[in-house]
């Protein structure tokens, strides 16, 4: 008997579509549509750009000024507000230049200096991209200026980095006819900040900042920026190593921070012990604001002259373990309060704690002590900020835990890249190039910012340090 056998095949599923009803529009309505559209993404970009947005609006008023009063009115109008606009210019121009004159100065500069010249500028520079008959530019995007610096938003090209545009600096300083071009990164992956400095600020003495009440430890001014801004710089919850040839103005970093400081001295919310192995020549004036001052010498009983900077560094340790065990549990980082201040230990020539001993124990004990106070003091409020004419790695062993670095002039063009960190000197830190009549001039970098900027710190004289050890003499 055959075997019967049927194909069983799946149901054949049925589609439903729908198609709605077809809208004809009128060609006219359309292209309003289309218009509109233009219109209002035209405004969003004129509202966004309020220089354009104003320039507009001053076209309009011309307008319609010539057509309701005629040209004459008009002009001797517009003769009037130039000429007020002047003399607020000459009159007062701190709050002129927010408002009107750097707007237009960034809009001017813009104009006839980087768009004019970027595309020979970044084509001799090697950052266009060349692909047969087209050549890719990167986007200029916006130009901010102030008297001293241009900073230039700039959209990268596809592969590009931030240390592309930093190995140019100088073709592009040519080309624009500025003093310096640096490279920063931003917060958009993909953009880097050209700063062309325009005129340098820090060719004369910055004075003493009157010091802030009350102290902000994260931010304590010290100087000025070759922008022309104030800088600050953090005390709590970091370490500061500072590096430079003899008369480079380690003094000068020390001196405007502890100045900065001196309110937060006076009230007891920082304590301060000082170590300065050349017999106290640098810090002995200041010696009224120092809870503990040791500076070496000769000793009663024949030991080694760094037996007491030993013993103090020793007695830090000694704190900062015991306020770990105390906020244990409570707190990973402390804020300083004054129960619990932030300890500040300011060393004057750190190579004489380190290179410079001769005793292999007494050395050790140094070293160790120093290694403990930067790996675990930052979250007990264990600061220490130390200076240093000699940065080798033989020298300062430890100096990879200081997350806040300065580099005043040096000697040799190498020694930026090992104060501040390899490749510092390609991203601007040229510190073999600060002249010698500029003491105080260096760069910094701090633990959030890799790229080094340049500041001057403040000329603090003697008047003005035995001045302030008298006025913030710590409150017993």
């Known amino acids: 008997m055959p075997l019967l056998s049927r194909t069983l095949r799946p149901p054949v599923s049925e589609t439903l579509h729908l198609v709605g009803p077809r809208i004809h529009l009128p060609l006219p309505l359309l292209l309003a549509g289309w218009l509109g559209r233009r219109a209002g993404r035209g405004v969003v970009w004129l509202c966004r750009r309020p220089a354009r947005l104003g320039a507009v609006a001053a076209a309009a008023g011309l307008l319609w000024a010539r057509a309701a009063w005629g040209p004459g009115p008009t002009a001797a109008g517009l003769g009037g507000l130039v000429a007020v606009l002047l003399v607020w210019a000459v009159a007062h121009p701190a709050s002129f230049d927010p408002v009107l004159g750097l707007r237009a100065r960034g809009a001017l500069r813009a104009a006839w200096v980087y768009r004019r010249n970027w595309q020979p500028a970044l084509a001799t520079a090697g950052l266009t991209i060349d692909a047969g008959r087209a050549e890719y ?93 104030p800088f600050t710089l953090p005390v709590l919850w970091s370490h500061l190593l500072v590096a430079g040839e003899t008369g480079a103005g380690k003094g000068s970093v020390l001196w405007s921070l502890l100045l900065g400081l001196a309110p937060a001295i006076r009230d007891r919310l920082v304590r301060v012990w000082a170590i300065d192995p050349k017999g106290g020549m640098e810090l002995a004036a200041g010696g009224p604001l120092f809870d503990r001052f040791v500076y070496g010498g000769p000793t009663a009983d024949g030991a080694p002259w760094q037996a007491g900077i030993a013993d103090l560094l020793d007695d830090a340790v000694r704190a900062m373990q015991a306020r770990a065990a105390r906020l244990r549990g ?28 001769t005793d292999p124990t007494l ?114």
């Open 137 to 229: 530019l990167p986007e200029l995007r916006s130009v901010r200026s102030t008297r001293e610096v241009d900073r230039l938003l700039v959209r990268m090209l596809p592969g590009q980095r931030v240390a592309d545009y930093a190995d140019a600096a100088d073709r592009l300083a040519v080309t624009f006819g500025v003093l310096d071009v640096r490279a920063a990164s931003t917060a958009r992956r993909g953009w880097v900040e050209l700063s062309a400095i325009v005129r340098d600020p820090l060719t004369a003495p910055v004075p003493v900042p009157t010091p802030a009440e009350p102290v902000d430890l994260r931010a304590v001014e010290v100087g000025r920026t070759d922008a022309g801004d």
């Open 330 to 357: 409570n707190t990973r980082r402390l804020d300083p309060t004054l129960d619990e201040p932030l300890l500040l230990i300011v060393v004057d020539e750190l190579a004489s704690l380190t290179a410079y001993v």
């Open 363 to 476: 050395r050790k004990r140094l070293a160790d002590a120093l290694s403990l106070l930067l790996s675990q003091g930052r979250a007990v409020g264990v600061t220490v900020v130390a200076a240093t004419q000699d940065a080798r790695k033989e020298v300062v062993t430890m100096r990879d835990l200081f997350p806040s670095r300065v580099a005043l002039r040096t000697a040799e063009p190498a020694q930026a890249d090992l104060i501040l960190g390899r490749g510092a000197r390609d991203r601007g830190a040229r510190t073999e190039a600060i002249p010698d009549a500029s003491p105080g001039v260096g760069y910094v970098i701090v633990d959030d910012r890799p790229e080094p900027l340049r500041v001057r710190f403040a000329y603090v004289p003697d008047e003005a340090i035995v001045d302030a050890a008298d006025l913030y003499r710590p409150v017993e």
